[in-house]
Structures are given as C-alpha cells and as structure tokens.
C-alpha cells in the first residue's frame, strides 16, 4: 500500500445564483496572489486540487478559451513538486452557454475535457466534475442553484449528464494521456432516523452511492434505485451508462460534520426551519451528530462503509470545520489519525486533502447570498497577504511526520464532547453491519493556559471560553500570583509550565487613577511589564490587553494599530507604557486594544446597567459626546484565543466592528431588548464629572484582518441570551443580592475587577 499523502486545495466553487457566477477563487484574493502555491507547498502537500473551471477558461463561448491563469499557476505546481489533481467544474452548471439539465451538457463538456488535456498532456490525475450528486440535489432538486429547479424527474436528469459528461470528458482526457486517473470527489455521510421515517433514510441511504455506483456501471436490475429510475423513465440511460461504465481510481470522500443526518418525525421537537417532509410524512431534518446516542460513525464511519462497498482506493477529499481553531485543528488531525487507522486495518486509503487552504465565503448561506460570512482555513485572507494560523503549522506537522501538535488542541473536538448535543437526544438503534469506528484514543495530558485574574470579567470570561472549547487552562488570583511579586510569578510558572500565559488583571478603575497614580502604574504596567518578561526567559508566549483610553481622540477618524498613542488621563498613559515595554522585550507578545465591554455574563458592565435602569422605567443618562467601539466580550475572548493559537504577536485591535456614543449604545441596547429607548438621555460627559478626561472620538479600527463579527449583531446576539428566561432569573438574584451594584457604576464606564 503506497504510503499516507497529505493533499490539499483552496475553495474553488463558482457556482450560479440567478444570472450571477459567485467565484471563491476571485473572493479569496487567489486569482491575484500566484505566490500563494509556493505557501501551499511549504505545508508539505504532495498533491493539490486545482481549478481549470470551464466557466473561467471559456466563460462566454466554447470557441474562445483563455488558459493564460492556469498555465502560469499549473506551471508553478508543477516546479514546486506538487501533482495537479485538476478540476474542470466545481459545483457549477457550467458557463452561460449550457447548464445541468442541457441535453447537450455532456458532450460539450467532453470537449472542453479534451482541451484540457491537450494543453496540459503531463497532469495525470483530473476530478472533472465536482460532488456530481451534491451539486444536481442543490441545483435541480432543492432550487438553490442554477437551474433553480425542485423536481426530483430533473434532478436526476442533472446526475446523469454530470455522469455523462465524465465518462466522456475521461475517455477524451484518456485519448490524450492514457494513463489518465479519475479521482471521482463526492459528499459521503449517513442518513439515521427514528422508526416513522426509516423509509425516508433508506431511500437517502441508497441514494448517496449513486455518483460511484452509476460510475462502476452498478445501477442495473436489482439495485436500489433501478424500480425507481425506471419508473420515471430512465431504464434506457440507466443501461446506456452501465454498458459503459468509468469506474474511478480513486474514491474522493468529502466529508463534513453536517454530512450525517438525522431524520425525526417529532417535528414539535424542533424549530421551524429544521422542519420539512415528503409527500408522505413530515419530519425534522438536522445534523446526526446534535442529537443521536450513540454518535454516528463520522468519516472513519463513511470511509468503512465505502471500502467495504467498493474495495477502491479511497481519499479523503476535503476536511473542513468552520469553528475556532483549536477545533479546526483537531478536525483535520482526527482525518488523518481515521486514515493511518484504517490503513492499519487493511483499507487503502491513500491521502487527507486539507480542504479550503485560503478559507471559504458564505458556506453558511450554501452560497446563496453573498453577505462576506468568512471562515478561516490555513491562512487568513481577510486583509493583506494571507496569514498562516494553527491550521498551517498542524499540516506542516503532519507532513513532515514529526513534532508535538500545540497543546490548546489536545482532546477531543466538540464532536466527541457532551457539548455536541444541540436537541432532546434520540436514542437509534444501532445495526450490526454499521462500521464502528475506533475514534476513542487517549489524549497526553496537555500543558495549560494561565490565564492571570480570576475575579475580573476577562478572567472569568477566558476561563468560560476555554471550558466551552476544550482547552485546559488554570485560572489564578492575585494571592496566588500577585503581579508585584516576582518571586510569585516564577513559581506559579514553573509549577504550571504553561503553553501560553493571558494577564487579564489589572487597575481598571479610571478615575481612582487621577488621585492614585503610583498604583494604576504599578499594576498596569510595571506589573504586566514583569509578567511578560520571565515570561520571554521562559520561551512562553503571553497576551495582555490595552485600551483606547491610549488615544487622546483628535484623529477624527477610527484609530488602527500604528497610530501613535497620546492619552489623556493616567490609566491611559499607564496602558501605552505597558503596551512598549512589553513589546520592547522581544518576547512571542501579542497586545490587544479594547473598548467598552458588554456581555450577559457580568453584572458590572454599561450594557447591564441599561437593563436594569431602563427595564425598570427609570431614566437613564449617557454619555453624548463620547463615542467609543463598544465590545461584546464573548467575541473578545474567542478571537484572543484564535490569535493566540496562531501564535499571533505584536499590536491588534479587538472590537466589534461599529461605533457608538454611550447614549447611542443604551439605545441600541434598550431596542435590542424591547425597552423604551425614550428613557435614555444624552448628555455631555462633562455632566458627570469624571476627573479623568476621555478622548471625544476613539473607535477602534484596524489594519489586519477584522475577526469580530459586527456591533449590529453582537448586540442582538445580547439580547436574544439576555432575553432568556433563566438568565433573567439568575440576573435578577444577583441584583437582589447586591442593590447598589449599578448605582456605583457611572454611565458610559465600563467596570471590571482585577
């Protein structure tokens, strides 16, 4: 058996909405960046999945074929020792000139197929149509893509001219290379279902081998499918295909975590949009792996299955999961470890693609809308040239074969957590030919995160966060590492031997800090300073946050990271001193501006005091010349993490993209939650007289990839937790235990302790 290959390729769907062609080749900035294929090889990748689209070579007529992006790019594959696995459609319909269910689809797409060949006689391995059978559900059955058809008759019309057009584009690609291999990619996942719908997840379970089946010329009398087929008038094209079959190489599984599903007929069970049916019954359609006992069998589950049915090579084609990025991490090395399990049982599998290398845009939508919902791959495109993040250093890894993975992704992925469980958990009977894949392997016990601050509200937050994500971490009071004592510092450190440290105390009391000088500096700065330094002589990365209280405002205009710092007011100034001495000491330090925390989770920030004052009918003043970028602190501390996992350093802005004056924000606040936002009035700062002065004008902008999602929606994600009735509940305990909480917190202050 050849030995484990890591592949890889980035997002490269152009697929139709309308009369528009949405291209994530040109979304994620590659159709400009050629330099990005020497990054790719860089990870270690043996082969990469490449486009030469028929919709971008030939887009307005089959006559008038433009190669000059691809044969700069598949020469540069090729001298930098990667194979071209080449692509000619990727869930489209083809150019304008044809579609899915265009009876002459096939053999003009034959001849594109042969072009191809010809320019490029050395690429020996071609996946000319992507996920044949995902592609004619998403665009002939269920209307999302062109041809925006809902007709089973025309969804399997498209299946058959995708099969059609590759046996045929194979047999021309084989005229010109005969040793040509067909990697035949195709999403693979199981459907489960309770008893009421076993119909239903029968037929989709028969249903998901078709691509490969048809392909090996297996759709014959006494298949599946054949009764059904031949009913709707296909039994001719069914023996046409069968005559002459073209069975691939090479099996590509594409397999993701919404891929196995699970099909419950208690729809009162589910929301709305998870309802549907068929003529028969109806039923909630959602993700296996939310609400079944035991866990479905996942990729190493599917890729069993498909050995057993085939006895063909197979691969893994793509593996993706848009989540944070220990998870993602822990995604693609579980692929890998399925993979080197299976071989050591006997199943060729011969390599794991690391999926969307660049990233994907609007997967979520199912690339319907194009809104800009981005998530991560290898490397961040957002803004600038792309940076690698822990997905990169995972696959380098991987491909050389030795190295220790970073210990934040250590355990298991959510998947295999209690978390998973999305709805009322439904028990399935599980058959006794289904594979049981032996995903439970031991995890070493991984160093921790320290996280310095555990009364405060980023403390308490990052170690909310790092439960969530499966991260082990420890959480220390100031009597445990007091930032004054250095001796402390060092034996906290040493006992710990942290992976990373994140200092999240400090003095945060604004005005106190007029009057009390000395001290805001000495746990600001000379204590963040002192923290990060034995950290430096300990090789432990650390992350410590600033603020925009560091900007005196005048700029009229958003501040990003190089703009130079001119606070106003002591806390500020001793933000700025912390923020250059830390970095001065040459450390893996990464420093995080922030601004005007709000989150359901604490019940000091200005956020909370507009619930309480205005859902209570009292009058609430604010701050009208102040505007600020107000920071949902849930997002804060996801994106912190991602960072530092990357092994992100230097200067960022974190905050929710958006501005607001404090009045603004309560009122926001107050429609969010469906208060009367009239009780809110807006008022010069100078009305409260704060002893420190604030800059008038200090959102935060930034000059590197924006990773928190906007204001508009940290806001109604705000309220929809704190609409909850349980939440309420325990708010409202904690308020009757605490009466003066939001009386001692100014408008327009944000509060944390340390």
């Known amino acids: 058996m050849p030995e484990l290959e890591l592949w890889g390729g980035h997002e490269c769907t152009v697929n139709r909405v309308g009369g528009t062609f949405h291209d994530q080749t040109v979304r994620s900035g590659h159709q400009q960046r050629v330099e990005d294929l020497d990054r790719f090889a860089a990870l270690g990748l043996r082969a990469l999945r490449y486009p030469v689209l028929w919709e971008r070579v030939a887009p307005q007529s089959p006559d008038h074929l433009d190669w000059s992006w691809t044969d700069e790019r598949l020469g540069r594959i090729r001298k930098l020792g990667m194979r071209p696995i080449v692509g000619l459609l990727h869930h489209g319909s083809g150019p304008r000139y044809t579609s899915l269910v265009d009876p002459g689809f096939a053999p003009a797409f034959a001849r594109y197929a042969r072009a191809a060949a010809e320019r490029y006689p050395w690429v020996a391995e071609w996946t000319p149509i992507n996920e044949p059978l995902t592609t004619a559900r998403f665009s002939a059955l269920y209307g999302h893509w062109y041809p925006h058809l809902a007709d089973e008759h025309m969804f399997w019309a498209a299946l058959f001219n995708q099969i059609d057009g590759v046996r045929l584009a194979m047999r021309e690609i084989r005229g010109v290379n005969p040793h040509a291999k067909l990697i035949q990619t195709e999403d693979l996942g199981r459907t489960y279902s309770t008893r009421a719908v076993k119909h239903q997840a029968d037929y989709d379970n028969a249903r998901r081998w078709m691509t490969w089946d048809l392909l ?32 691939p190489d090479v099996l590509g599984v594409n397999h993701y975590l919404t891929s196995d599903r699970f099909l419950d007929h208690r ?33 190493e589950g599917v890729l069993d299955e498909a050995w057993a049915r085939y006895g063909r090579p197979l691969a893994v084609t793509e593996s993706h999961n848009g989540c944070t990025r220990e998870e993602q991490v822990r995604w693609v090395r579980e692929a890998w470890d399925s993979a080197q399990r299976l071989r050591g049982r006997g199943v060729d599998v011969r390599a794991v693609t690391a999926w969307a290398l660049l990233g994907t845009y609007d997967w979520n939508s199912l690339l319907t809308r194009h809104i800009g919902h981005y998530e991560v791959g ?94 082990d971490y420890r959480l220390t009071s100031r009597h445990e ?13 040493d006992a710990c031997e942290p992976w990373g440290v994140i200092n999240a105390a400090g003095w945060v009391r604004v005005d106190d800090a007029e009057a009390e000088a000395e001290a805001c500096m000495a746990a600001n700065a000379e204590g963040a300073v002192r923290l990060a330094r034995l950290c430096r002589d300990r090789g432990i990365p650390t992350v410590g946050y600033s603020s925009d209280l560091v900007f005196d405002g005048r700029k009229g205009a958003a501040y990003v990271e190089s703009d130079p710092t001119s606070p106003l007011n002591v806390y500020g100034r001793s933000k700025a001193r912390a923020e250059a001495e830390i970095l001065d000491l040459g450390g893996q330090s990464l420093m995080i501006r922030t601004a005007a925390f709000f989150s359901p989770f604490d019940p000091h920030n200005f956020a909370a005091h507009v ?3 205005v859902g209570s009918g009292q009058e609430l003043t604010a701050a009208e010349d102040l505007v600020v970028s107000p920071t949902y602190v849930p997002d804060l501390v996801d994106a912190t993490l991602d960072l530092m996992i990357d092994g992100e350093t230097g200067i960022r802005h974190l905050a929710n993209p958006g501005e607001a004056s404090w009045a603004e924000f309560a009122r926001r606040i107050a429609r969010a939650l469906g208060l009367d936002e009239r009780l809110v009035l807006g008022v010069d700062s100078a009305t409260f007289g704060w002893p420190a002065p604030r800059p008038s004008y200090a959102p935060l902008g930034t000059e590197h990839a924006q990773v928190m999602p906007s204001l508009e929606n940290a806001i109604a994600r705000y309220a929809a937790v704190v609409a909850d009735a349980e939440f309420l509940a325990e708010a409202e305990a904690i308020a009757d235990g605490r009466p003066d909480l939001f009386a001692r917190t100014p408008a327009g202050e944000q509060q944390e302790e340390a």
Not at 216 to 244: C, K, Q
Not at 415 to 427: A, T
Not at 481 to 493: G, H, K, P, W
């Open 378 to 471: 290898a490397f961040d495109v957002r803004t600038g040239a792309p940076r690698p993040t822990a997905i990169a250093a995972e696959l380098q890894r991987i491909g050389r074969g030795h190295g220790q993975p970073h210990p934040a992704t250590q355990g298991p992925g959510w998947w295999r957590r209690d978390i998973r469980l999305e709805f009322r958990p439904v028990f399935r009977t599980v058959d006794s030919p289904e594979p049981r894949p032996e995903w439970r392997t031991e995890h070493p016990a991984a160093r921790p995160l320290l996280i310095v601050g555990a009364t405060g509200t980023l403390g308490k937050a990052l170690a909310r966060a790092c439960e969530w994500r499966g991260i």
């Open 611 to 613: 619930l309480r004052t």
């Open 216 to 247: 090996a010329g297996a759709v014959i009398p006494g298949h599946l499918m054949w009764d059904r087929l031949e009913s709707l008038g296909f039994g001719d094209r069914l023996r046409a295909i069968a005559d002459d079959p073209c069975p």
């Open 267 to 299: 729809v009162d069970d589910y929301p709305p949009e998870r309802r549907g049916g068929n003529q028969f019954t109806a039923y909630a359609d959602v993700e296996a792996i939310r609400v079944a006992l035991p866990a479905p069998g996942g990729l």
């Open 481 to 493: 590492l007091a930032l004054a004592d250095e001796d402390s510092i060092a034996r906290v450190l």
